[in-house]
């Protein structure tokens, strides 16, 4: 199985929420969970950017196999670059473009 979590909230229990979700995913014991992706956009970029609280968890999950991918429309909007974010967090044009190509692909949609 696959899935996708969709992050777009400022709110930094929701972030947590997404994060967690995602360390949850990796840590199922069943086996069944090949992949996971978060998607970030809007508000939800300041849960990637570096120097925040969430960076170390950020970092984790990147080291055990979970993809982030910021929106570059988002970035944009923000004022942001690349360089802001965590190491590794990869950027897509679109996020909710990228979100309904995963689901195409057979991910399953998760929003905390």
Do not use: W
């Amino acid at each position: 199985m696959q899935t996708v979590i969709h992050l777009v909230s400022g709110d930094e229990n929701e972030q947590k929420t997404a994060l967690a979700i995602a360390k949850n995913l990796l840590d199922d014991e069943t086996g069944s969970i090949d992949d996971v992706a978060v998607v970030v956009q809007a508000d939800g970029m300041k849960a990637i950017k570096t120097g925040q609280e969430s960076e170390e968890q950020v970092r984790a999950l990147l080291d055990d196999g979970v993809s982030f991918k910021a929106c570059s429309n988002t970035l944009e909007m923000m004022g942001l670059d690349e360089s802001d974010l965590v190491e590794g967090v990869k950027t897509v044009p679109e996020g909710a473009v990228e979100v309904t190509r995963l689901e195409t692909e057979g991910y399953a949609y998760m929003r905390p």
